[in-house]
């Protein structure tokens, strides 16, 4: 018996303040204050969907805005806006529209994940950047 993979959509119109993770990929149309996180599949930010703080996922295609850090460990597609830095494991693709406002590129071995939401006291999540070839030193 094989399992149907899950997929969500937020829809346009859809306002959540606060984190979202998830264990399956999903398309967000919507405004998101908080980050973005999913541990499988395609993380999708679509036409029209904003999100005010980082993305983190395997898969992810940005053809909204982000206003924050991105974090791909798999495959990286942008064809919107990024304001923030930009870190990937895999490949990444920039389209024909995109938007990139002080932000930085840089290719890391791994990117890592945690799975389920982060107590307030523990440590926020830390790329070693020291492992990437635009590293200095």
Do not use: W
Not at 16 to 31: K, M, P, R, W, Y
Not at 78 to 85: A, F, K, P, S
Not at 123 to 136: K, L, M, V, W
């Amino acid at each position: 018996m094989t399992s149907t993979p899950t997929f969500s959509v937020l829809r346009a119109g859809m306002s959540i303040h606060g984190d979202l993770v998830s264990e399956d990929g999903f398309t967000c149309l919507a405004l998101v204050t908080g980050n973005v996180r999913a541990s499988h599949g395609l993380l999708h930010i679509g036409r029209g969907g904003v999100v005010h703080g980082d993305v983190e996922g395997e898969h992810i295609v940005i053809d909204g805005t982000v206003e924050g850090d991105v974090k791909s460990r798999a495959s990286l597609k942008i064809n919107g806006r990024v304001i923030g830095r930009i870190f990937y494991a895999g490949t990444i693709r920039l389209g024909e529209n995109v938007t990139l406002e002080g932000s930085s590129i840089t290719r890391v071995q791994a990117v890592g994940y945690v799975g389920s939401p982060q107590k307030e006291d523990a440590p926020p999540i830390r790329i070693d950047e020291s492992h990437s070839p635009n590293a200095a030193g």
